[in-house]
């Protein structure tokens, strides 16, 4: 149980393009979801957090207009990166967390964004 | 949410049991202990979570200390499978909304040797 799937697993995109990142929680619901970031070895930076229904919370410095998050159902959450450019390039990986299950996050397998 | 201070690398030998140390010495009552790896190029796994008693699950076990200011992660059998950077990372029980986070920090890097 708890698994978290991510879609598309890789994507290379042209500068200035905008890419969406599909987030699923496979075998239960999800009240809340996360978005975070990795770049080379650093480790995870959190972008956003998202509850079905409302709008997303982002963290300090993340651009909310440039990463669009959408939490329209309690099994999807998408990202979308807009108007991508190099400096884009990373791992993004999202997170489920359950109400009905423990407080403990469930990652999904990333996605790595390459932007030329 | 406390900080916690991991060692940047540790070896282990095949078949062996691994140790990973973790000091939290400013955990609050309400903060829970939990554990992530990430295998290369993969999202983190959950390995297990405790707040004051040691957990054990099919993965790993989680000792905690007395005083809590501490915690160490045991893979009793390591493969070389289980090589991957090891996350402590202590969260407090009162989530919610943007106040539900896991900040993580640079973790130990268990390379397990043949």
């Known amino acids: 149980g708890a698994v978290v799937s991510q879609h598309p697993s890789r994507v290379i995109c042209k500068s200035g393009t905008s890419v969406k990142i599909e987030c699923r929680s496979l075998?239960?619901?999800?009240?809340?979801m996360f978005w975070y970031r990795q770049f080379p070895k650093q480790s995870l930076m959190l972008m956003a957090t998202?509850?079905?229904?409302?709008?997303?919370?982002?963290e300090q410095g993340v651009e909310k207009d440039k990463f669009l998050i959408n939490h329209a159902s309690l099994t999807l959450s998408t990202l979308t990166v807009t108007s991508a450019h190099p400096e884009d390039s990373s791992f993004y990986i999202c997170?489920?967390?359950?109400?009905?299950?423990?407080?403990?996050?469930?990652f999904g397998p990333g996605t790595r964004l390459t932007v030329l | 949410d406390a900080k916690t201070t991991q060692p940047p690398s540790m070896d282990c030998a095949e078949g062996r049991a691994a140790n990973l140390p973790c000091n939290h010495s400013?955990?609050?009552?309400?903060?829970?202990v939990y554990w992530y790896r990430q295998i290369h190029s993969q999202g983190p796994q959950y390995i297990i979570h405790?707040?004051?008693n040691n957990e054990t699950n099919e993965m790993a076990s989680l000792i905690i200390t007395e005083d809590r200011k501490s915690s160490t992660l045991i893979l009793p059998h390591a493969t070389l499978r289980d090589t991957a950077v090891y996350y402590c990372?202590?969260?407090?029980?009162?989530?919610?909304?943007?106040?539900?986070?896991?900040?993580f920090g640079k973790g130990t890097l268990l390379t397990v040797n043949p």
């Open positions: 998202s509850n079905e229904g409302s709008k997303a919370t982002y």
């Open positions: 990372i202590v969260r407090s029980s009162n989530s919610g909304g943007s106040n539900y986070k896991l900040t």
């Open positions: 997170s489920a967390r359950g109400d009905l299950r423990t407080d403990t996050q469930y």
């Open positions: 400013t955990i609050s009552g309400n903060e829970y």
């Open positions: 405790g707040l004051k």
């Open positions: 075998d239960f619901q999800a009240t809340t």
